[in-house]
């Protein structure tokens, strides 16, 4: 670690902390060679492998992007679709790998996306997951309501 004053190579860390939401470590260094004091920010990198074998890092942004169209039109709000992003990264990050495939974001993305939205679900799943026709659309209502179902008798 360079100090960003001196920029002598090397720095002792005075204090760790964890960030509120968890995902990064903030530190406190001090520069043996100036003597001052700075701050830096450590997170754990984690990288998407497109189809076409390209790697690029996770951004929550393009997550939101893709799925604020599925829901267009729908009440959802701009706090919903981050928190639909948080979500997915804490799920993706759970799998404790640091390269994922990007079908695997999507999928990671189709779950809470049909607690949030079943019309927007629909709408992201037939992209997703290229329907082909209306059997597909059917089958996927058919198991929306089957989850309703379900959760109607365990309510009961």
Do not use: W
């Not at 990288?47 to 009440?75: N, T």
């Not at 996306?113 to 709408?123: G, N, T």
Request: some cysteine; proline content about 3%; charged content about 30%.
């Amino acid at each position: 670690m360079h100090c960003p004053f001196c920029r002598y190579d090397g720095s002792r860390v005075v204090d760790s902390r964890t960030s509120e939401d968890g995902l990064s470590i903030r530190r406190r260094r001090e520069c043996p060679q100036c003597g001052r004091r700075f701050t830096t920010t450590e997170t754990a990198s984690l990288s998407v492998r497109k189809r076409s074998g390209a790697v690029e890092p996770f951004s929550r942004d393009k997550v939101i992007v893709g799925v604020r169209r599925a829901c267009q039109g729908r009440p959802v709000s701009d706090d919903d679709l981050a928190f639909l992003a948080h979500t997915v990264e804490e799920t993706i990050r759970s799998n404790g790998q640091a390269i994922i495939d990007s079908h695997d974001v999507g999928l990671a993305i189709l779950g809470p996306l049909r607690d949030l939205d079943e019309i927007a679900y629909l709408r992201f799943a037939s992209v997703y997951s290229d329907f082909g026709s209306l059997d597909d659309f059917e089958k996927a209502i058919t198991e929306l309501r089957a989850a309703h179902a379900d959760k109607g008798a365990s309510e009961a």
